[in-house]
């Protein structure tokens, strides 16, 4: 896969200005939340304020009639799809790629009741289950892997696509939805997406196409802002999980679906007279606890057998969104360790090939193509063990006095425990029974409590400001942009917040190119643990005190 450069970057980035659309803009709901982490006391305050914007997703997805109905009808195409002896494959990149895979074990795990159909339930991500634990850069602009992909999971005619893409603009997603079309003309895949078909329609003429394509069914799932900007792992793959696996789950029942969201939010919702809601803020000790081992670098695992994919999405997923630093691989001696890493104590053995096939529920997918496969073949995929057997390979890089502590996510009866055993601080969350003994649903709502957790951490940690992701990694396309248009945003409240006039502050700014240019040099020599933004607004901080002189 070679390697991009600015100069391809700048002739294609009017495609990927995407500021416009909701998901990338700012929540009001939570303008506040890294001042609100930032004291102790108020740690419980954040999570109560993440636990609002969970709130009013779900308040729109159940107010969204039209999503409802088409949700309704994609569960009678799922049925069709089953009882025709075919399969229903779900695809995505990043965060819908991991919902994906995770909708594929879910089914396996009995999300699916009938096991004849349990298999026939198929996932795959930009980048295969490789890109699983370790986010591929690049891999969503490429649209030619996203038609090899689906090829390489034996999708035929006869076969049903659902390509989940938060955002609606995905190259990756949207080249393997379209390559549906042509590949099982018989059934017509859907679109699922969360941002107004006018914005996207106007943005990227690629989303416009796939919205005006009448061979494809759409489902539009705006649920406004993100929690925080841009960072479409929290409210828009709730949203579009809850969506896909309820349609997945009750194929043969779709008048089910309203009564499980209805019940789902009835459960989180706290801003009703209702004895059975849940409170974010009970993870507050247990935050600030995670918080405190991140500042000290510690070291430590998280240890799930109830909540293998959902633990895991949250925890690699805070790579890419704060710049912490990925799960190392033990295929090279000199990879920046990770200070969190996933262990499944109930893999068959303490094998790197049990702990994904656990983790998966079958053996890992790997990509063999020449010019991925350092990065995406079974090699690479088993770098990484998540059995037991990470417990002696991180004490032997790390010593074993770093590698004693483990966060603990358990089901417990019908309540979801956090806990630090070595501290003797745990969160308890009592669910509804109801809840608590469904597959999809409790795993949803572990998804919200562990999305808010970690990102209260991140915001104890100063890793972003107000709801600013001050600290995303530029790894692709959409995130240059989103990078590039963060640099902009906090140079102006920098220097205004210094006294600076509108004038002096547009002529200070830097150009779109010039931005970008600096983001492609720094990505080449900045470690990943470090703040690409805020090193590029801290070389242009100095240019106003030249722009308010010469305006004098």
């Not at 053995?349 to 079974?378: F, K």
């Not at 790390?398 to 590698?403: N, V």
């Not at 107000?466 to 409240?493: C, F, Q």
Request: aromatic share 6%; with cysteine; charged share 20%.
């Amino acid at each position: 896969m070679s390697e991009p450069t600015i100069e391809g970057y700048l002739a294609v980035a009017s495609h990927f200005q995407l500021g416009r659309l909701p998901t990338e803009c700012s929540n009001p709901i939570t303008r506040n939340l890294s001042q609100l982490c930032s004291n102790p006391e108020t740690v419980p305050e954040a999570l109560h304020t993440l636990q609002k914007a969970d709130i009013f997703a779900l308040q729109s997805l159940l107010n969204n009639e039209v999503a409802l109905q088409q949700t309704e009808s994609l569960a009678r195409d799922v049925h069709s799809t089953l009882e025709q002896g075919f399969k229903v494959v779900c695809e995505g990149c990043g965060a819908t790629g991991r919902l994906s895979l995770s909708l594929e074990v879910f089914a396996k795990e009995g999300m699916v009741e009938e096991p004849e159909y349990q298999s026939r339930v198929l996932g795959f991500m930009a980048g295969g289950d490789a890109a699983f634990i370790r986010s591929i850069e690049a891999f969503e602009d490429r649209v030619e892997y996203g038609r090899k992909q689906l090829h390489e999971i034996g999708f035929t005619d006869g076969d049903l696509l659902l390509a989940i893409t938060e955002g609606g603009e995905t190259p990756f997603v949207i080249a393997a939805c379209e390559e549906a079309v042509a590949v099982s003309p018989s059934r017509r895949p859907y679109f699922l997406y969360c941002n107004p078909d006018d914005v996207l329609c106007e943005v990227a003429e690629r989303s416009k196409r796939v919205i005006e394509n009448s061979a494809i069914h759409k489902i539009n799932l705006t649920v406004g802002p993100m929690a925080i900007t841009g960072s479409t792992r929290m409210q828009a793959t709730t949203v579009q999980i809850l969506i896909a696996g309820l349609a997945i789950r009750h194929h043969a029942h779709p008048e089910r679906i309203r009564s499980d969201l209805a019940a789902l939010l009835a459960c989180v919702d706290d801003s009703v007279t209702n004895t059975h809601s849940i409170s974010y803020s009970a993870l507050a000790p247990f935050t600030r606890l995670e918080a405190e081992l991140y500042a000290a670098k510690e070291y430590f695992v998280y240890e799930t057998t109830d909540f293998s994919v959902t633990t895991m999405t949250d925890t690699t997923e805070r790579a890419p969104t704060f710049s912490m630093p990925p799960f190392e691989t033990y295929l090279h001696s000199n990879d920046l360790p990770s200070q969190v890493y996933l262990m499944l104590p109930d893999a068959a053995e303490p094998t790197a090939a049990a702990g994904w096939e656990r983790l998966l529920r079958r053996p890992p997918r790997a990509l063999e193509w020449e010019a991925t496969s350092q990065r995406t073949g079974m090699a690479a995929i088993l770098g990484y063990d998540i059995s037991c057997g990470i417990q002696k390979k991180r004490a032997g890089r790390l010593g074993a006095e770093k590698t004693k502590l483990k966060a603990i996510v358990a089901l417990d009866k019908n309540a979801i425990v956090l806990s630090f055993p070595h501290a003797n601080v745990s969160a308890r969350v009592e669910l509804e029974p109801r809840i608590a003994q469904d597959k999809l649903l409790v795993n949803v709502v572990a998804k919200m409590l562990l999305n808010a957790h970690s990102t209260a951490v991140m915001g104890i940690l100063q890793r972003y400001e107000g709801n600013v992701m001050t600290w995303v990694r530029p790894s692709n396309n959409k995130l240059i942009d989103r990078a590039a248009r963060y640099v902009k945003l906090l140079l102006s409240r920098r220097w205004e917040s210094q006294g600076a006039d509108e004038a002096s502050i547009q002529k200070a700014l830097p150009s779109y190119e010039a931005i970008c240019t600096r983001i492609y040099e720094m990505r080449e020599t900045v470690p990943t643990d470090q703040p690409i933004v805020l090193l590029v607004v801290a070389e242009y901080m100095p240019r106003i005190s030249v722009a308010a002189t010469a305006t004098c």
